[in-house]
Structures are given as C-alpha cells and as structure tokens.
C-alpha cells in the first residue's frame, strides 16, 4: 500500500534521517582530532571500529591509528589478574578511586570473554564499578576477547594504544584468566599485579600455571577481620615461596602485599610500591627495554594477524582450516599435511 | 693442464664418484623403508634433511614425514629443564642408562642454540653422554634451536614425529633455556620434569620465569653426601611452595624427588614416579587430550611456519621485514604500520 501524502513522506524522511543520524559514526577526521583532547565518547567509537569484525570499519580503526601515531602517550600499563571470587572488580573500584582521588586520568580495561558478541557484560562491569563509571576522569570498557584464531590476540594492543592516545595517566588491564589471555596481557604491559585470597592453593584453581611467577606484585585481597590471621600466613608463605622461584630478570623483587579492597586497607602502600617499580624500572633501563621488545613482539604479531585475518575473511579457506581441524581430532591427516593443504590453497587465493 | 692418459681419467673418476657417493644422501625412499626399522643411520640422515635450511631438501624433508605418517609411534616424550650447572647431562647419563638397562629403546633430543650452523656441540653432547652414546638402544641427537622468525619454533616436532616412527619407547627432550624453548617444548611433550639443585632461589637465575609452575615432576639434584641436609630443605620447600600455586589440570600432584645423577641415587624412583604420571594420565583421558590439543596446537603453529618460511626465503620480503624491525626500534614506526608495510608486500609476492 502506497500513501503519497505530504505528511507521510515527512514523516518517513524524518524517521529516515533519525535512523541514520543514530546510526553514523563519527568520521576518522572527528576522531582524530576529539580523542588526543580526551573526549571519551569518541575515545569508546574508536575503539569501537577497531574491535568491528567488517573489514571495511577495521580499516577505518587502523586510519586512525595512522592518524594518532604522533601522539605519544604518558600512561603506564599495569596488568592485573586473579582468580575468580578474588574481587577483582572491588579491587579496580578501590584502586581506580584512589588514583582519581590523585588527579590522575585513569583507564580499565577488561578482556572479557562474555562480551564477545552481545556485548551484554558492559552493563554489568560499569554496575560493578559504580562510582568509577559515572567519574569523568575514569574510562572503563571491557574488550571482547574476540576470534582469536591462530593463538592471535583480539585488539587489546590497538586498543591501549588509542586510549594512550588520549592522554590517560594510567591504564589497567583486568584479565579474566580465559585462554592465553594472562600471558597475551603480560606482554602487553609493564607491570603485572596479581590479586590473591587469604588460604592456601585450592582457591587458585582459577589461575593457569605461570601466573604467580610472572607477578610483579602480588596482593593478598581480603585481609580484614576474621581473614586477618589467614592473610598473614599466605603473605608469608607466597614470601617464602616466591624466594624459591626465578628473579625478574628487571631487578624488581616482588612484593606481596596485604589489601582489603572492600574496606579500603593497604590502597596506598600498594600504590606506593607500584611507583617504586616504575622508579626502578625506568631508572635501570627495563622499562624502555621491555617497551622495545613489546613493539617487536607486536609487530611479529599483528604481521600473524594479517595472514590469519586474510585466511580467515575468506570463507572457502576458514572452511577448509576448520575441516582439517576435524580431520586432525579424527586421527585422518597429520598436522603438517593438514597445515600445508591449508597453506596451499591460501597462496593460490589472491590477497586483498 | 691437460693429460689424457688412460690412468688419470680413471683416477678422476675414482675420485668424482667417491666425492659424489660421499656427498650423497639417502633418498627419501631409502629413508622411508629404513626408520621404521630402527636404522639409526637413517634416522640421523632424516633428521638432517628436516633440519636443512634449503627448501629443496626441507621439501625432502617433509615428503618423508608423509611416507612415515601411517606409521604410529609409542614412545613417551618428556621434556627435561634445569638451570645451567644442574647437572642436566649427567642425568640424562643415569637416567637414560638406567632405562636402556631396562630394555627401552631412548632417543634423547636437546635442544641446542650452540649448534645452529656449526654443528659444533654435537661431539660435545656425545662426550657429555659418553656411555649412552655407545649404547645401541640408544640415539642422541642435539637439535639446533635454528632460525625462530616471528616466534617460530626449529624442526624440534617434526623430529620427535621422525624418533617416534623409528619405533623408540621414550624420547627425553632437553631444553637449554633459550629464548621461548621452554615453552615450545612444554607445548610438545606428554611430562615436563624440572632438574634442581639443592639450595634456595639464586641458583635459579638460569631459568625463566613460568617454569617451575609448570613442571610435571621435580628432582633435586646432587642430593649425595655434604648437600644432604641442604637437598633435604630443599625439597621440603618445593613441596609447601607447590601447595600454593595453581594445580595440575590433569589431576596430577607435582612431585619433588631427591637423585644425585653422579651416584646413580633415586633414578628407579624418580622412573617410578613417571610411570604414576603415565599411569593416571592415561586413565583419566588427559594423556589423549593433551596429545590433541598439541596436534591442533602444531597444525596452527605449522601454519604460521609456512607463511614464515615463505616470508624469510623471499630476500626481498625478509629485507624489508628487517628493515621494519630497525624502524620501530628507533621509534620512526609504530609496529602495526611496519606490519602492514611487510604483509602488503608479501600479499603482491608470487608464493613457490
């Protein structure tokens, strides 16, 4: 049924125009230029395009990353993991507060696997950290972990990288301890903060192995009243075991720390053993030289990326990665041969 | 210089096919018919062809692999790590003896940077292991840590495939501690076992961090004579730091065993206790399922190899890939720009 009355044309047109309006992302231009002001609206639309699965917006996301290239950022990146139940997000609440309180800009960061499609945890993390989200020198978003295909990480790199470009002084990298992400995380910052619980290792089941050794500071959470005796001997025993286990090769001896995030105890003094890390670490040249190898690693990286996002964009190839997958689980084909048959196929399909 | 004496051309010819015989190899059929014989000889011989870095003979290389590939081996593989001075060597001495004792068969595989051209070390090996060189049930071999391009392992999987179709009953993977190998060798075997020596965390400093939470089972070196008491500690230590770092996914307790390699104490126990771990392993499923999970794990790392390769055989590609690395390095490109400069190139580059 047609109806040609002015009234409905204006209406469809303003209905049409209210459509697109909600819908248009703001240029690469208005990016560029609003995000090194700190305009966290813009800052959540870059990241945005960088972490869309169309090719068309990734490139985008990447056009802006070109364009905020010179901008260089002043944050440092500090990783922080733990088991599930640690308190995690009372922690950043705790911490974030804390350095807000400081004047300093603070970003969080979660690679959160829940989110992946739906996104339907960002609602949940900004309840979580209630009085961080709604403060305005705060930016808390949560990363989807993303396809990750060939051990290739989603765009948390990218990521930090744009929030550096807006100007934080501080990013956070919350980690829910899916898949490889502690390690993918740790080499991405520079510093890792694990958060343990008063007890023994029955509660560390959510932690992969590694993890404890690769901690720059460790913060016993918790140690508050009734778990006060508890959080004494697990300071003590992760003391006596750390001494057992290999030096960072930075210098930096790690330190456990007694904190109670929903009581607000031991905030500071971690704080001011995080800054004498970086004190030590910038002074000693580690900090520089782990940035160096960060970049390198990188780019060998993101190199990967390009291949698997070339295989993975093109549906005949994934098909046939997945069916060898299959093929390798049954026992039919070795991995080698399957990888080459995958290989082959890749380099007769042209690129782009 | 010409003369056409009957003699001479006969002596050249000598001399031409005794060059020429001397300078060949096997062929792949030989090589294909000969392993899984047990033809040590051979085996070498395939290794080295896996090992080549010109792609012809790597292609070999691989076309052997195919022929083997119905072959099913049955042999265990265990990764073996300690800090320089530990005493790797002289273990690997006792236990590998004491197992060909028993009736194995052994093939021990380390992973050796030293050796990545020159091959120098492999006499150095042989010496280190004097008796279990000379023992016909017994095959060791230093595997050059090669060219890792873009954290890309050397041939060290597609050895232990070539060891395992030559019928062997346990492969021992040693790993010296460089860069990443550690981890591609925990990546690749069914047991990693961590060799101590007794005292605290200082004489750690050789191993990288991660490793100790990931060992299987744990033996404290040098427990003989004046180092007792300390080895005692020692133990003793491990065992309560142990308790506090996350569990086993495979339902296995690390356990720390006191040996001294030298006095041929604690081999049969230590052996013991690996069969406990083989024992359950294979009960529970965990065996299978981490043998699965490297298949994929190889199929994807194979993957990644082959677009490597591609990459580094092409002279222009690896220039430019060099190139980029120096850039970011000097801080005049961000690694993801000098990523796509790479992989732009390499997707306008003819492949084989």
């Excluded at 005949?316 to 069916?323: A, N, P, R, T, V």
């Amino acid at each position: 049924m047609q109806r040609n009355s002015k009234d409905s044309a204006a209406k469809l047109a303003a209905e049409k125009s209210f459509l697109t309006k909600k819908r248009s992302l703001p240029t690469v231009d208005e990016l560029a230029n609003g995000i090194p002001k700190g305009d966290r609206f813009l800052l959540a639309k870059g990241i945005t395009l960088l972490e869309s699965e169309l090719p068309e917006k990734q490139k985008l996301g990447y056009e802006l990353l070109d364009r905020l290239n010179t901008v260089d950022g002043k944050a440092i990146q500090i990783g922080i993991s733990g088991p599930p139940g640690v308190g995690k997000s009372t922690f950043i609440e705790a911490l974030g507060s804390y350095l807000v309180d400081q004047g300093l800009k603070l970003a969080v960061l979660a690679i959160d696997p829940s989110s992946q499609k739906t996104r339907g945890s960002i609602l949940g993390d900004k309840t979580r950290m209630e009085a961080l989200s709604k403060n305005e020198n705060a930016f808390i978003r949560p990363s989807p972990a993303g396809k990750t295909l060939g051990g290739v990480a989603a765009k948390t790199q990218e990521t930090i990288q744009l929030v550096e470009a807006a100007g934080f002084d501080v990013i956070l990298i919350e980690t829910v301890g899916v898949g490889q992400s502690e390690w993918e995380v740790y080499s991405m910052v520079d510093c890792f903060l694990l958060l343990l619980q008063p007890g023994g290792g029955d509660e560390l089941q959510g932690i992969k192995k590694g993890v404890v050794e690769m901690a720059d500071l460790i913060a016993v959470n918790k140690s508050d009243g009734p778990h006060m005796d508890l959080a004494n001997q697990t300071k003590l025993s992760y003391l006596n075991a750390l001494h057992l286990f290999p030096k960072n090769p930075n210098g930096w001896t790690t330190k456990v720390n007694q904190i109670s995030a929903l009581e607000n105890i031991g905030i500071e003094d971690l704080w001011k053993n995080v800054n004498d890390f970086f004190k030590l670490v910038k002074e000693n040249g580690h900090f520089e030289e782990r940035r160096k190898a960060q970049a390198l690693d990188w780019y060998e990286k993101h190199l990967n990326q390009l291949v698997w996002q070339s295989i993975y964009n093109k549906e005949s190839l994934f098909e046939i990665f997945e069916e060898q997958k299959d093929q390798i689980i049954a026992g039919k084909i070795k991995p080698i041969q399957a990888a080459r048959a995958v290989f082959q196929k890749y380099s007769k399909t042209p690129k782009e």
